[in-house]
């Protein structure tokens, strides 16, 4: 069955430093999308960051980027240059190619707090 | 519109009451996904649709929940007499047929509808 690990609850990192939020899965499907969401406090879902399962570099957006280890199956975020309002909930997801056609749902992580400090 | 949009933004019911949340997805997608968020943390999948058909039902505890997406309407989900542990923001998102690659297709989430049963 599929499942996402974060094992990090809360963390803090000071402002303009690097931090890096864990996220590890379990599926058996060759062919899966894994997705990073932030949830600010006001909390509506931004869309981060994807990294498909046959994508030869890893993801980057910007200031994000993900750190994807197929056999390790770990696809942790990293935030370069961290600034105040990246503080919020950070959701890393899976989805599995459905074999019938079309798109399955996400599944989520329980998700990491990160709070930035000045 | 550009936007999944989700009304009302809060909902308060009795327990017992009927409670319906609406979502207009994003002009052009033909996927709708329903998932609950308790607490803050755990997203729950619901249900989804691909246009007005049922997708994947898996999640939804059939007995009080029902959905619905029909043709030039808001897609809803009903919870008939609301329990105390249904209290949770219910989030929609929409999505289209990805041009990256089997797995992408990005899911677009609305704001959410906060329900509290008293």
């Known amino acids: 069955a599929q499942k996402i690990t974060q094992t990090q609850p809360g963390m803090f990192v000071q402002e303009k430093e690097a931090v890096t939020l864990d996220c590890t899965y379990d599926t058996s499907d060759p062919s899966y999308g894994l997705f990073w969401y932030k949830q600010p406090s006001s909390g509506e879902m931004i869309f981060l960051i994807y990294?498909?399962?046959?994508?030869?570099q890893n993801a980057t957006e910007g200031r994000y980027s993900l750190n994807f280890q197929k056999a390790r199956k770990s696809a942790n975020l990293v935030i370069s240059a961290s600034q105040l309002g990246d503080s919020a909930m950070y959701f890393c997801?899976?989805?599995?190619?459905?074999?019938?056609?079309?798109?399955?749902?996400?599944?989520f992580g329980a998700g990491t707090r990160l709070a930035v400090h000045p | 519109g550009e936007e999944v949009a989700q009304t009302p933004k809060h909902l308060v019911r009795g327990e017992g009451q009927k409670a319906k949340l609406y979502c207009a997805p994003i002009k052009g997608h033909s996927y709708v996904f329903w998932y609950q968020q308790v607490l803050k943390n755990e997203f729950k999948f619901l249900i989804s649709f691909q246009n007005e058909n049922v997708f994947d039902e898996t999640g939804m505890p059939k007995e009080r929940f029902s959905a619905k997406c029909l043709p030039n309407s808001p897609c809803s989900l009903e919870i008939q007499a609301t329990k105390l542990e249904d209290s949770a923001v219910y989030f929609c998102a929409s999505s289209q047929l990805g041009t990256r690659g089997a797995s992408y297709n990005e899911q677009f989430f609305g704001p959410g509808t906060r329900l509290t049963v008293l």
């Open positions: 997801a899976m989805r599995e190619k459905r074999v019938s056609g079309g798109y399955n749902k996400l599944i």
């Open positions: 990294q498909g399962s046959y994508d030869q």
